[in-house]
């Protein structure tokens, strides 16, 4: 595409953003109360920004023009930031981490493959240099500690000579005698064809009965291949079968990576122009325009003095350098309206002195109306409402700038996309200004206060005096709280450098090296039914891909982008749950990849007799801590995390110390603020071996992560065989693996394929195809996850809830899934509960479940 396709396409986005945020302003105004109601508005929102995303990531890393680019990523931040609000209300609402759209992908006329969002590209393409450095680090350091991944060298073993003669002797014996068989089988033959051909003939003379023969057999060949490809050609055209060469390089995509790798070239030529530009122009500027700014700053000042006195009959209070000097006086106001502002400031003072004195004793009766009026607003029971978006103003912000800016601008001098010089002069006077605005705010201070004295001294001199006392005493408050702060935040590593710090953890196998895994490579397929099964009080249980656009919006999109971190809702933590197999730690470790992030390693066998002591656990936490917030982003993994809070350690594990972190893991999430751009993820096997109220108070979010279902495991199949080198043919039978698989896990998958596609078999292929017996042979050998084990995920054997009031609103105030660990609910009576509930009920308290309940015997997923 070219560079006019992606301007239009970045004009019809924005479109689609104004009319957008048109409709959600004039939404949010007006409170709803009926669920299903509040619930499609969210969602319609929600899949129309990420379609938006979608277009604004697309056209941000293809555009080349870089003044352009620096309003498209604004823009793109608060789309990203907008879609994990908008998910947050929706959790908050339903109750649930999990969402199904199919109706309303039904009416948006919408493929569920858009919905998938998708990771910029950005979060890498930016920090390239800085991930590849960080990496040959980290690469160096752990094959200098030969801590590092190393190949499997199987050692030779030497065999006596005895032996070597017999294997050689085997081999040609065995040769020998395929020769010989391949021998008397030609002999065979040669006797077989004289043998027949002296036989009478006794062949039909007739040629038309021969002819008939002849055309029966040809015509039934023909219209066996006829009907083959008609049958191909309709499972092609129904999308059930692949169209040929599907799997072939075209040329046109080799043509489009080319013109993308010429795009990021371009992209940084552009870049490096601009900046460059940015610096000469200021300078030009400086020298050319700069006197005369100065002067015409001055002579204002000057003349505000002025005309103060001649008004009030005293010169005024300059402002102060923090309030933003005399920016503030003259921010777009005319001479006139200055002085206006002056007289009335002066005159609302005299008021609110006067009011200060009269309103006094009336302060206790107004506390009083307050609470009645809150009280009333609580018992009238009002609908519900969007809470305030940090990311709309931005959003609004960039798309008033796109209007005013881009929207006609005519651009057809600029066809190679280079930077706009006049948009960089305008932006460099104000730079410009403002500093010289801070030159001139001293020298107009000095000046002023030169006036003064002149005027009335003996004021000026008694103000000095008074002056000089305020600041003493600032000066020892200042003190007083830096001796404060000094003794709450010593660093015991103050005197070591971070690349120090960095070797020691490596050393001591605290930060690892992630494995190079995309999310793309965890494979799966929709929940198709998710709205229809919900509709008729079923829980459906939640695809691959679910589980993927939560990693994305939780995880992903946080770590990659900083002004996201900041202001989106804040996720600390998140608990990945799932039987051995289903790909836990393969999401820990595309998180990394994706994110270009760093892994500290913190699970319990991992930090066994690492920094022992109470003082050395917090040396070590420290240590950690320190390095992630410096060489953001971070994530910090605990495998195994229900070992952390394990009810009763196990004899055998005692040694490891496994409830080391049981205490330190909440003081760390207290620690943890927005911007520092930290992740904990735990992964777990069997939470119910944990204490489940500190469990659960721990991990923010807990992501259920299942088995996958016959979807899932159709495309499983066929991805991992391609993968491996296998081709399939009509001979295998995918739908029938899928079938045959039900309650194996992606682990399993991956190492039957594996085991079947050895070398020799891959080379057979071309005249022996594969088929499904093949790999159903070594699925005996594996044990599933049964369907009541995953059961057991959803709803817990025994538990006794603990209900805590929660003050903070109506309606129920808990997460699903911790509640369904704490109670022992199952689904259906989750749904009976959430059904029967009403959504704003009347003087009611909401209550949130305390983790209390004890489960055992079956595993997390």
Known sequence: MSNAMYNKMWHQTQEALNSLLDKESQKMMKPQRNQVFIFQMLATFYIKYVQIFRNLEN????????????????????????????????????????????????????????????????????????????????????????????????????????????????????????????????????????????????????????????QKVWRGFHQCKRTEREREEEMIFLGMNPPPLFNEVSDALIQADRVTHLRDKVQVKHEEEYRDALVTIKDDLKLIEGPNIKENLQDQIRRWFIEC??????????????????????????????????????????????????????????????????????????????????????????????????????????????????????????????????????????????????????????????????????NKKEKDKKRKVGKKDKDPTADRTIESLYKELVEEGLLIQALKVNLSDYIGDYSYLGTTLRQLSIEPMPSLLDVRQLITLYGILPLGSEAVHEKAPLVKSLLLAGPSGVGKKLLVHAICTETGANLFNLSAANIAGKYPGKNGLQMMLHVVLK????????????????????????????????????????????????????????????????????????????????????????????????RNGGVITGALSVSCLANITDGFTQGHIVQVVKEVLTERRIRQQSHKPLTALEFIASLTSMSPVYQEEEESFKSGESGQPCLVPDLRGNGFNFSPLRTMLAVGLSYMDFIMLRSSSPVFPAKRSSFSICCTAEFGGAEFS
């Open 309 to 474: 006195r001649n008004l009030t009959g005293t010169f005024p209070d300059y402002p102060k350098e923090e309030e933003g000097g005399s920016a503030i006086i003259f921010s777009q106001k005319t001479r006139q309206q200055v002085i206006e502002d002056i007289i009335a400031s002066q005159e609302e003072e005299e008021k609110n002195k006067k009011k200060k004195k009269e309103e006094k004793p009336k302060k206790g009766k107004k506390a009083k109306e307050k609470k009645e009026t809150k009280e009333k607003n609580k018992e009238e029971g009002e609908g519900w409402k969007m809470s305030p978006s940090v990311f709309l103003h931005m959003m609004e912000e960039g798309n008033n700038v796109y209007k005013d800016l881009w929207k006609n601008k005519d651009e057809s001098w600029n066809v190679p996309q280079g930077y706009d010089p006049e948009l960089i002069k305008e932006d460099k006077r104000k730079e410009l200004e403002s500093e010289i605005r801070l030159q001139v705010d001293e020298l107009m201070r000095q000046e002023l206060k030169n006036l003064k004295l002149a005027v009335n001294r003996e004021k000026e001199l008694s103000g000095k005096t008074g002056r000089k006392k305020g600041s003493q005493k600032k």
């Open 627 to 722: 390095v992630a917030r410096q060489l953001p982003p971070s994530v910090v993994w605990i495998g195994d995390a229900e070992k952390t809070f394990y009810r009763k350690v196990p004899n055998a594990e005692r040694k490891m110390e496994p409830k080391r972190l049981k205490k330190q893991l909440p003081k760390i999430l207290k620690l943890l603020k927005p911007g520092d751009r930290i992740l904990i993820v735990g992964t777990t096997q069997r939470p119910f071996d944990a204490e489940l109220q500190p469990f659960c108070k721990v991990y923010q979010k807990i992501i259920l992560v299942p088995r996958p279902d016959y979807a899932s495991r159709y495309v499983l199949w066929k991805e991992i065989i391609q």
């Open 59 to 214: 056209v941000y890393d293809q555009i080349v023009h870089p003044q352009k680019r620096l309003l498209i990523r604004k823009i793109l931040d608060g789309v990203m930031g907008r879609m994990l609000e908008l998910k947050n209300e929706m959790v908050e609402l339903e109750l649930t981490e999990f969402h199904y759209f199919d109706d309303l992908l039904q009416d948006l006329k919408l493929v569920p493959q858009q919905l998938d969002i998708p990771i910029p590209k950005y979060f890498l393409k930016e920090k390239l240099e800085v991930i590849k450095g960080r990496e040959k680090i980290l690469a160096q350091l752990l094959a200098d500690s030969g801590l590092g991944i190393t190949e499997k060298k199987y050692p030779v073993m030497p065999i006596p000579l005895e032996e070597a003669v017999k294997l050689i002797q085997v081999a040609e014996r065995a040769r020998q005698g395929r020769l010989r068989a391949m021998f008397m089988k030609q002999i065979y033959l040669q006797g077989y064809r004289a043998k027949q051909a002296r036989l009478p003939d006794e062949r039909v003379a007739d040629v038309g009965t021969a002819a008939l023969c002849i």
